[in-house]
Protein backbone atom coordinates (compact mmCIF):
# COMPACT_ATOMS: atom_id res chain seq x y z
CA UNK A 1 0.00 0.00 0.00
CA UNK A 2 1.97 2.98 -1.00
CA UNK A 3 1.30 6.62 0.78
CA UNK A 4 0.14 9.47 -0.99
CA UNK A 5 2.01 13.23 -0.69
CA UNK A 6 -0.22 15.79 -0.58
CA UNK A 7 1.18 18.88 -2.83
CA UNK A 8 -2.36 20.97 -2.93
CA UNK A 9 -1.39 24.83 -3.34
CA UNK A 10 -2.18 25.37 0.33
CA UNK A 11 0.26 22.61 1.80
CA UNK A 12 3.19 24.31 -0.86
CA UNK A 13 2.23 27.71 1.09
CA UNK A 14 2.06 26.52 4.47
CA UNK A 15 5.73 24.56 3.78
CA UNK A 16 6.49 28.74 2.77
CA UNK A 17 6.91 30.51 5.67
CA UNK A 18 8.24 33.97 5.89
CA UNK A 19 11.86 34.57 7.16
CA UNK A 20 12.63 38.01 8.60
CA UNK A 21 16.25 37.20 7.97
CA UNK A 22 16.08 36.22 4.29
CA UNK A 23 13.53 39.19 3.97
CA UNK A 24 16.51 41.70 5.57
CA UNK A 25 19.08 40.15 3.44
CA UNK A 26 17.49 40.94 0.24
CA UNK A 27 16.39 44.37 1.55
CA UNK A 28 20.11 44.77 1.95
CA UNK A 29 21.12 43.53 -1.14
CA UNK A 30 18.60 45.92 -3.31
CA UNK A 31 19.97 48.46 -1.24
CA UNK A 32 23.67 47.75 -2.14
CA UNK A 33 22.68 47.26 -5.80
CA UNK A 34 20.91 50.41 -6.42
CA UNK A 35 23.39 52.49 -4.58
CA UNK A 36 26.24 50.86 -6.85
CA UNK A 37 23.82 51.18 -10.40
CA UNK A 38 21.39 54.19 -9.92
CA UNK A 39 24.49 56.63 -9.78
CA UNK A 40 25.95 54.91 -12.94
CA UNK A 41 22.41 54.94 -14.83
CA UNK A 42 21.89 58.86 -13.87
CA UNK A 43 25.62 59.20 -15.11
CA UNK A 44 24.26 57.82 -19.01
CA UNK A 45 21.10 59.38 -18.78
CA UNK A 46 22.90 62.74 -18.01
CA UNK A 47 25.46 61.88 -20.92
CA UNK A 48 22.40 61.85 -23.35
CA UNK A 49 20.72 65.31 -22.10
CA UNK A 50 20.75 68.44 -23.66
CA UNK A 51 23.02 71.12 -22.06
CA UNK A 52 20.30 72.90 -20.35
CA UNK A 53 18.39 69.03 -19.23
CA UNK A 54 22.37 68.70 -17.70
CA UNK A 55 21.39 70.88 -14.81
CA UNK A 56 17.75 69.87 -14.55
CA UNK A 57 18.02 66.87 -12.77
CA UNK A 58 14.23 66.80 -12.01
CA UNK A 59 13.40 66.16 -15.89
CA UNK A 60 13.10 62.59 -16.35
CA UNK A 61 11.41 62.23 -19.71
CA UNK A 62 13.20 64.11 -22.27
CA UNK A 63 14.41 64.23 -26.50
CA UNK A 64 17.70 61.78 -25.97
CA UNK A 65 20.84 63.70 -27.81
CA UNK A 66 24.68 62.37 -28.63
CA UNK A 67 25.41 66.42 -28.57
CA UNK A 68 27.78 66.01 -25.56
CA UNK A 69 29.27 62.46 -27.15
CA UNK A 70 29.90 64.67 -30.41
CA UNK A 71 31.19 67.62 -28.31
CA UNK A 72 34.32 65.20 -26.64
CA UNK A 73 35.38 63.56 -29.11
CA UNK A 74 34.45 65.97 -32.00
CA UNK A 75 35.57 69.08 -30.47
CA UNK A 76 37.60 67.59 -27.38
CA UNK A 77 39.70 65.45 -29.03
CA UNK A 78 39.18 62.68 -26.73
CA UNK A 79 39.91 60.06 -29.20
CA UNK A 80 43.52 60.89 -29.09
CA UNK A 81 43.42 60.46 -25.28
CA UNK A 82 41.03 57.25 -25.40
CA UNK A 83 43.98 55.61 -27.76
CA UNK A 84 47.10 56.92 -25.46
CA UNK A 85 45.26 55.38 -22.41
CA UNK A 86 44.45 52.40 -24.17
CA UNK A 87 47.98 51.85 -25.68
CA UNK A 88 49.89 52.51 -22.38
CA UNK A 89 47.40 50.63 -20.02
CA UNK A 90 47.81 47.64 -22.68
CA UNK A 91 52.04 48.21 -23.50
CA UNK A 92 51.95 48.08 -19.44
CA UNK A 93 49.63 44.95 -18.78
CA UNK A 94 51.57 42.71 -21.36
CA UNK A 95 55.13 43.74 -20.45
CA UNK A 96 54.31 43.04 -16.81
CA UNK A 97 52.50 39.57 -17.30
CA UNK A 98 55.89 38.44 -19.56
CA UNK A 99 58.19 39.54 -17.25
CA UNK A 100 55.70 38.87 -13.91
CA UNK A 101 55.10 35.23 -14.91
CA UNK A 102 58.53 34.27 -15.06
CA UNK A 103 59.30 36.05 -11.76
CA UNK A 104 56.19 34.38 -10.32
CA UNK A 105 57.39 31.22 -11.82
CA UNK A 106 60.92 31.27 -10.13
CA UNK A 107 60.24 32.14 -7.13
CA UNK A 108 57.35 29.51 -6.44
CA UNK A 109 59.33 26.47 -7.55
CA UNK A 110 62.77 27.46 -6.83
CA UNK A 111 62.60 29.54 -3.83
CA UNK A 112 64.01 32.96 -5.68
CA UNK A 113 65.60 35.10 -3.09
CA UNK A 114 63.62 32.91 -0.19
CA UNK A 115 60.60 34.58 1.83
CA UNK A 116 61.89 37.92 2.70
CA UNK A 117 62.45 38.71 -1.24
CA UNK A 118 58.49 37.94 -1.46
CA UNK A 119 58.10 40.07 1.46
CA UNK A 120 59.64 42.69 -0.79
CA UNK A 121 57.54 42.40 -3.46
CA UNK A 122 54.31 42.97 -1.63
CA UNK A 123 56.37 45.72 0.15
CA UNK A 124 57.39 48.22 -3.12
CA UNK A 125 52.96 48.25 -3.13
CA UNK A 126 52.82 50.27 0.47
CA UNK A 127 54.56 52.96 -1.06
CA UNK A 128 52.15 55.86 -1.55
CA UNK A 129 52.18 57.55 -4.85
CA UNK A 130 52.38 60.62 -4.00
CA UNK A 131 56.28 60.11 -2.20
CA UNK A 132 57.57 58.82 -5.84
CA UNK A 133 56.01 61.68 -8.33
CA UNK A 134 58.62 63.98 -7.61
CA UNK A 135 61.51 61.31 -8.36
CA UNK A 136 59.77 60.16 -11.46
CA UNK A 137 59.57 63.51 -12.88
CA UNK A 138 63.11 64.61 -12.26
CA UNK A 139 64.06 61.08 -14.29
CA UNK A 140 61.66 61.90 -16.99
CA UNK A 141 62.91 65.16 -17.69
CA UNK A 142 66.57 63.95 -16.71
CA UNK A 143 65.94 61.23 -19.92
CA UNK A 144 63.88 63.80 -21.81
CA UNK A 145 60.56 61.63 -21.32
CA UNK A 146 58.09 64.15 -20.42
CA UNK A 147 54.86 64.30 -22.24
CA UNK A 148 56.05 60.87 -23.74
CA UNK A 149 53.95 58.00 -23.41
CA UNK A 150 56.56 55.83 -23.03
CA UNK A 151 57.44 57.16 -19.60
CA UNK A 152 54.18 56.57 -18.48
CA UNK A 153 54.16 53.25 -19.93
CA UNK A 154 57.24 52.35 -18.12
CA UNK A 155 56.11 54.22 -14.02
CA UNK A 156 52.97 51.73 -14.89
CA UNK A 157 55.07 48.91 -14.97
CA UNK A 158 56.77 49.56 -12.21
CA UNK A 159 53.83 49.55 -10.20
CA UNK A 160 51.89 46.61 -12.17
CA UNK A 161 54.98 44.43 -11.96
CA UNK A 162 55.03 43.55 -8.24
CA UNK A 163 51.30 43.43 -8.11
CA UNK A 164 51.31 40.83 -10.87
CA UNK A 165 54.21 38.42 -9.53
CA UNK A 166 52.22 38.47 -5.99
CA UNK A 167 48.78 37.55 -7.62
CA UNK A 168 50.89 34.38 -9.94
CA UNK A 169 52.97 33.22 -7.26
CA UNK A 170 50.05 31.43 -5.56
CA UNK A 171 48.57 30.52 -9.13
CA UNK A 172 52.01 28.84 -9.75
CA UNK A 173 52.32 27.04 -6.41
CA UNK A 174 48.86 25.08 -7.17
CA UNK A 175 50.07 23.62 -9.97
CA UNK A 176 51.13 20.31 -9.47
CA UNK A 177 54.60 19.43 -10.13
CA UNK A 178 54.16 16.23 -11.26
CA UNK A 179 52.87 17.44 -14.55
CA UNK A 180 56.22 19.36 -15.34
CA UNK A 181 58.28 16.21 -14.31
CA UNK A 182 56.41 14.50 -16.92
CA UNK A 183 57.41 17.40 -19.44
CA UNK A 184 60.99 16.87 -18.33
CA UNK A 185 60.85 13.18 -19.06
CA UNK A 186 59.04 13.44 -21.85
CA UNK A 187 62.20 15.80 -23.63
CA UNK A 188 60.47 19.40 -22.93
CA UNK A 189 62.83 21.97 -21.50
CA UNK A 190 62.38 24.07 -18.38
CA UNK A 191 61.31 26.77 -20.32
CA UNK A 192 59.13 24.33 -22.82
CA UNK A 193 56.99 22.75 -19.65
CA UNK A 194 56.73 26.19 -18.45
CA UNK A 195 55.61 27.27 -21.41
CA UNK A 196 53.16 24.19 -23.12
CA UNK A 197 52.09 23.07 -19.35
CA UNK A 198 52.08 25.84 -16.37
CA UNK A 199 51.26 28.62 -18.80
CA UNK A 200 47.82 26.76 -20.23
CA UNK A 201 47.09 25.93 -16.63
CA UNK A 202 47.32 29.38 -15.24
CA UNK A 203 45.40 31.15 -17.77
CA UNK A 204 42.64 31.79 -15.46
CA UNK A 205 45.27 33.67 -12.89
CA UNK A 206 46.75 35.40 -15.94
CA UNK A 207 43.38 36.96 -17.37
CA UNK A 208 42.95 38.00 -13.72
CA UNK A 209 46.18 39.82 -13.00
CA UNK A 210 46.36 41.22 -16.18
CA UNK A 211 42.44 42.84 -16.16
CA UNK A 212 43.26 44.22 -12.45
CA UNK A 213 46.91 45.49 -14.26
CA UNK A 214 44.92 47.02 -16.91
CA UNK A 215 42.46 48.83 -14.57
CA UNK A 216 44.93 50.60 -12.51
CA UNK A 217 46.78 51.56 -15.40
CA UNK A 218 43.27 52.80 -16.68
CA UNK A 219 42.25 54.42 -14.40
CA UNK A 220 45.60 55.89 -12.72
CA UNK A 221 45.57 60.02 -12.52
CA UNK A 222 48.15 61.08 -10.06
CA UNK A 223 51.39 60.32 -12.56
CA UNK A 224 49.06 60.76 -16.13
CA UNK A 225 48.85 64.84 -14.67
CA UNK A 226 52.36 65.36 -13.83
CA UNK A 227 54.50 63.61 -16.25
CA UNK A 228 52.45 64.43 -19.84
CA UNK A 229 50.82 67.14 -21.65
CA UNK A 230 48.86 67.53 -24.43
CA UNK A 231 50.13 64.82 -26.35
CA UNK A 232 50.60 61.91 -23.99
CA UNK A 233 47.35 62.59 -22.12
CA UNK A 234 45.02 60.15 -20.76
CA UNK A 235 41.22 60.22 -20.35
CA UNK A 236 41.17 60.75 -16.69
CA UNK A 237 43.55 64.05 -17.09
CA UNK A 238 41.09 64.99 -20.31
CA UNK A 239 37.97 64.33 -18.41
CA UNK A 240 39.15 66.32 -15.25
CA UNK A 241 39.67 69.34 -17.32
CA UNK A 242 36.77 69.67 -18.44
CA UNK A 243 35.82 70.91 -14.99
CA UNK A 244 37.23 74.45 -15.06
CA UNK A 245 37.04 78.27 -13.85
CA UNK A 246 34.13 78.98 -16.24
CA UNK A 247 31.77 76.10 -14.48
CA UNK A 248 31.33 72.61 -14.91
CA UNK A 249 30.09 71.08 -18.64
CA UNK A 250 27.81 68.22 -16.68
CA UNK A 251 26.74 66.35 -19.63
CA UNK A 252 30.54 66.52 -21.32
CA UNK A 253 31.54 65.11 -17.53
CA UNK A 254 28.93 62.39 -17.98
CA UNK A 255 29.45 61.43 -21.28
CA UNK A 256 33.56 60.77 -20.95
CA UNK A 257 32.86 59.01 -17.66
CA UNK A 258 30.52 56.56 -19.92
CA UNK A 259 33.01 56.37 -22.50
CA UNK A 260 35.55 56.00 -20.44
CA UNK A 261 34.46 52.88 -18.28
CA UNK A 262 33.02 51.17 -21.55
CA UNK A 263 35.82 49.51 -22.34
CA UNK A 264 36.37 47.62 -19.19
CA UNK A 265 32.62 46.85 -18.65
CA UNK A 266 33.36 45.17 -22.09
CA UNK A 267 36.41 43.82 -20.84
CA UNK A 268 35.30 42.12 -18.45
CA UNK A 269 31.95 40.81 -19.40
CA UNK A 270 34.16 38.84 -22.44
CA UNK A 271 36.51 37.41 -19.92
CA UNK A 272 34.38 37.16 -16.78
CA UNK A 273 33.87 33.19 -17.07
CA UNK A 274 38.19 33.08 -16.88
CA UNK A 275 38.26 35.87 -14.40
CA UNK A 276 35.95 34.53 -11.84
CA UNK A 277 37.67 30.87 -12.15
CA UNK A 278 40.90 32.87 -11.80
CA UNK A 279 39.76 34.80 -8.47
CA UNK A 280 38.27 31.50 -6.86
CA UNK A 281 41.57 30.00 -7.78
CA UNK A 282 43.00 27.68 -5.15
CA UNK A 283 40.11 28.90 -2.57
CA UNK A 284 38.57 25.10 -2.64
CA UNK A 285 41.43 22.10 -2.54
Known amino acids: MSAT??????????????????AASHVILIVACLAILLPVVWTARTSLTSRNLAYDPGTII???????YAKIFG?????????????IGLASTIVSLAIG??????????RTGGQAFSLTVLGTQM?????????????????????????LATVYLSFNLPFVVWILIGFFQGIP???EEAALVDGAGRFGAFWQIVLPLSL????????FSFVLSWNEFLFALVLTGRNAKTL??????????????????????????????????????????????????
Request: charged share 10%; hydrophobic share 50%.
Open 5 to 22: ISTSPRSVAAGRRFDPAM
Open 62 to 68: FQPTLEN
Open 75 to 87: HDNFQKYFWNSLW
Open 101 to 110: SLAAYSIARF
Open 127 to 151: LPPVALVIPFYLLAQRLDLLDHGLA
Open 177 to 179: REL
Open 204 to 211: PGLLAAGV
Open 236 to 285: PVALAGLMTSQGNQIGAICAATIAMMTPIVVLTWVIQRFLVRGLTFGAVK
